[in-house]
């Protein structure tokens, strides 16, 4: 059973940074393919950003130029750097972990709240 635990949340002025962790048990962490989804309230979650096990990488248009996933397989961790934070930005941000044939696994999710 895969855990993700995330961290590194919290309230940060628009145009600010703040940097997610996700850490996560479990074999084969270094093939799965990571993500990081955030989901407002009324909502339906959404992708931010995917990492797989090649580091190939793929970003929601909104975040384009501004967040950066990247990952450690000695850690088993995965993180995103979010810079220049915008009001919309502010969510739920969950971690997710995707191997092959297996179903999808989620964190607990921390809140980010960008103030403008």
């Known amino acids: 059973q895969v855990q993700l635990v995330e961290s590194g949340g919290g309230l940060v002025q628009a145009g600010g940074s703040l940097r997610l962790s996700c850490a996560a048990s479990?074999?084969?962490?270094?093939?799965?393919?990571m993500a990081w989804y955030r989901q407002t309230p009324g909502k339906q979650r959404e992708l931010v950003a995917t990492?797989?096990?090649?580091?190939?990488?793929i970003y929601a248009d909104a975040v384009k130029g501004r967040f950066t996933i990247s990952r450690d397989n000695a850690k088993k961790m995965v993180f995103l750097q979010m810079n220049s934070l915008k009001p919309e930005d502010t969510a739920l941000y969950y971690c997710?972990?995707?191997?092959?044939?297996?179903?999808?696994?989620w964190g607990q999710g921390t809140q980010v709240t960008v103030s403008s």
């Open positions: 479990g074999s084969f962490f270094s093939i799965a393919t």
């Open positions: 990492i797989t096990g090649g580091e190939a990488t």
């Open positions: 997710n972990q995707q191997l092959p044939g297996q179903s999808a696994s």
